[in-house]
């Protein structure tokens, strides 16, 4: 090794710039490594959500979760098989066995739910799949509230405005609002003018679905050109459903406003959100799966640095950080440097006090991070040639660099 040290002193210029170099490049390569909160310790899971409004948690479970579960069974590297039952409300969930790959799993169970759409009764949704999330789930959680705006208004804005923007940022999988509530058209209808002029409930509900349904109005064919009739699109409005024709009794329509009272009322609620002890819409966000934490939080609180603003004035309190789990990552980070920060110190104190020297203290003090950042970056090389060789189906899978694996073929080659 004298060697090597003697030629070091020679060359003393050519050394430091190698290693400024190496520290340089480690410090970049140690600043891009992701870093979450969890490695992704789940296995790969899938879940199924179907809405079957008005039907019992029996018949739930007889006419709609039965058939998934039959459609969705026997998939490929399926572990368990979960399923819930609720008034209104199917819900399945499917675990596989680890290593599976998400990806591939949710296209197979895609696949399989296509066919059994057509088999659940009328007035079910078709199934849903729930998008890919990481396993630590909500990666932002913000509230709403307001003293200006009613619960209508609030949730439309949540639904129509905030929701699509939030779903635009990248890295964000999913996001679900609570609270607030849902417009929908109600109609109530009168028995007692049902029963004197003869018309049953179904009746009533084809007349009000006949009214808002959007239909094309096809086209005419005139002599030098074909021209497409644009039929307008139904207003929810209850007026214009209220004048909707259900019959025709003695040459008289009866209009859905003579046989029931139809106004907007707020949709049947599964559940409801507090903020900060009010009365409030929650907005929870997910990230996708493989997505970073902090990449994500960080766009979504660029995005509502934009967003923030224009709902304050309109009356709107916003508080965007009730569940942050970045927070955790940050603090953590912030813990990591201020132990390696009294680290260094007691390094260097421990040099000094044994080597009783202050050149000497500084040298071994100086060696030890620079010797771990070029370590990260001769890593960090090796698993790119490793992968190089992948590619080009080279057998270094022993653990061999690269050019010991390029020497023993050639070794072989010769023989």
């Not at 490049?25 to 296995?43: I, N, R």
């Not at 698993?383 to 020497?407: E, L, V, Y």
Request: net charge positive.
């Amino acid at each position: 090794m004298r060697w090597l040290v003697a030629w070091c002193v020679r060359r003393r210029v050519v050394v430091t710039i190698l290693a400024a170099a190496f520290f340089v490049v480690g410090l970049w390569q140690a600043s891009k490594t992701p870093v979450d909160v969890f490695p992704e310790f789940v296995p790969a899971q899938v879940s199924i959500q179907a809405e079957a409004p008005g039907f019992t948690p029996d018949q739930v479970e007889t006419l709609v979760t039965r058939p998934i579960e039959a459609a969705v069974n026997g998939a490929q590297a399926l572990a368990a098989l979960r399923s819930e039952s609720i008034a209104g409300l199917s819900a399945v969930t499917l675990d596989f066995k680890p290593g599976t790959d998400p990806q591939r799993a949710h296209q197979d169970i895609a696949e399989r739910l296509a066919r059994v759409a057509g088999l659940l009764p009328e007035g079910v949704g078709a199934p849903k799949l729930s998008p890919l999330t990481s396993s630590t789930m909500d990666v932002l959680k913000l509230g709403l509230v307001s003293d200006k705006l009613d619960r209508f208004a609030l949730r439309d804005l949540a639904d129509w405005s905030l929701k699509p923007q939030l779903l635009a940022v990248p890295g964000v999988a999913r996001v679900n609002v609570f609270g607030g509530d849902v417009r929908q058209l109600t109609i109530s209808p009168d028995l007692a003018k049902l029963e004197a002029y003869g018309i049953t409930l179904a009746e009533l509900a084809d007349a009000g679905r006949a009214a808002l349904a959007l239909r094309g109005a096809g086209f005419v064919d005139l002599e030098a050109q074909r021209v497409l009739i644009e039929s307008p699109v139904p207003a929810p409005d209850p007026a214009v459903l209220a004048a909707a024709v259900v019959t025709v009794k003695s040459g008289v329509p009866l209009k859905i406003g003579d046989l029931a009272r139809v106004e907007v009322s707020a949709a049947l609620r599964a559940g409801d959100a507090l903020v900060q002890g009010r009365d409030g819409v929650l907005l929870t966000i997910s990230s996708q799966f493989g997505a970073n934490t902090l990449d994500v939080t960080r766009a979504l609180e660029t995005a509502l640095a934009d967003i923030v603003p224009r709902l304050t004035a309109q009356g709107i309190t916003v508080y965007p950080a009730l569940h942050r789990p970045a927070t955790f990552i940050e603090r953590a980070l912030g813990n990591l440097r201020d132990g390696l920060a009294l680290a260094a110190v007691i390094v260097l104190i421990v040099l000094f006090a044994f080597l009783r020297d202050v050149r000497a203290a500084l040298i071994s003090f100086v060696t030890i991070p620079r010797s771990a950042c070029s370590s990260t970056t001769r890593s960090s090389t090796s698993r790119t040639s490793c992968a190089a060789c992948a590619r080009t189906r080279r057998s270094c899978t022993r653990g061999h660099a690269p050019t010991s694996c390029a020497t023993r073929r050639s070794r072989s080659a010769r023989r």
